[in-house]
């Protein structure tokens, strides 16, 4: 649900799951400027619909907003134990997130060809 809700390949668009973000969207700003929306995939610029890519780049961008300010807290070390306690949670998430992605692609594909 957290992938198909807050974390879907249509972050690079002003989207509902954009809007989802409220108060926070601003963070997704530059991820709109940097990643190219689906039609560049389909042109062979696999990134923001892309399996495993495009959620490995949405989640490490967020990632890298979050742990700025953990790791300038000095707190990078208690979280790196907390995911190796957790490694079976925080793969079990990753893969949901993936799944939710791929169903979206699956989603816009099928929709695409349905038009036609």
Known sequence: MLG???LSPDLDLKSKPFSRWGILRWIWKPYQKLIPHRGKFFNRN???HAPIIGTVLRVSYLLL???IPVILAGMDTSLRQWIVKNSSSVFWAL???ELSGLTHLLMDVGSTKFKK
Request: neutral net charge; glycine residues 16%.
């Open 46 to 48: 696999p990134l923001s």
């Open 95 to 97: 893969a949901g997130i």
């Open 4 to 6: 198909g809700m807050y």
């Open 65 to 67: 907003l979050c742990l």
